[in-house]
């Protein structure tokens, strides 16, 4: 199962990424923090990305989709994909990629939130400076602010403050909307109210999820 999962910044990708992964086996391929990691681990992609991101550049497509393409080669129990595509002319790209390798994407949610409640996600919004764990101010308890998971110091992204996520909800809008119309065309588009608890947004995936694959 070829999944990807649409959504503005804070609508909950990540999380709801994982517990996919968890719940129906598959990998997830977070765009995000498969680039970090090649820059870390300087291979030749990374390094190819990492010139672009200092001079505060996007990385290319095309450093993006070899990446891609190593990753759905190696994994061929299927994916959520979280991330990517973030226009039409990504999206386009997947598709050939994975035509190559006689592959389809069956199913795209598109996790929907309030304006409002986005900005207040992500206002509170801390992630670990190592694994990238993603954290709410809410709900950390104790003055530690270290990642469970493997105790790094957590922290805010700078482009996490009002004026920014802002922006940043209008430029995802403004791309993704010839993106939304695309898979809905193609009919694998499922719509999923993403305000709620965790759980809640998770439960709505999973109907989804399960009607596809009936
Ligand atoms: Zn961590």
Redesign the pocket.
């Given at each position: 199962m070829h999944t990807v999962l649409l959504g503005p910044p804070g609508a909950g990708k990540g999380t709801q990424a994982e517990r996919l992964k968890v719940r129906l086996g598959l990998v997830h391929i977070a765009m995000g923090n498969l680039l970090r990691e090649v820059v870390k681990k300087k291979t030749s992609l990374g390094e190819k990305a990492r010139a672009f991101m200092e001079e505060g550049k996007l990385v290319p497509d095309s450093v993006i989709l070899e990446l891609l393409k190593n990753e759905i080669e190696f994994e061929k129990k299927g994916f959520i994909l979280d991330g990517f595509p973030r226009n039409l002319s990504q999206a386009r790209k997947l598709d050939e990629l994975l035509d190559k390798e006689a592959e389809k994407l069956d199913l795209v949610i598109n996790l929907e939130v309030k304006e409002a409640v986005l900005i207040e996600r992500l206002k509170g919004r801390l992630i670990?400076s190592?694994?990238?764990?993603v954290y709410h101010k809410s709900n950390i308890d104790g003055p530690s602010k270290t990642?469970k998971?493997?105790?790094?110091p957590l922290l805010q992204r700078n482009d996490d403050n009002s004026d920014i996520i802002k922006k940043r909800i209008e430029v995802y809008l403004e791309h993704t909307h010839p993106l939304i119309d695309y898979y809905r065309k193609k009919g694998i588009l499922r719509n999923v109210q993403g305000e709620g608890t965790s759980e809640e947004v998770f439960q709505r995936i999973m109907e989804k999820a399960v009607s596809y694959k009936l």
């Open positions: 670990c190592e694994c990238g764990r990642c998971d493997c105790g790094a």
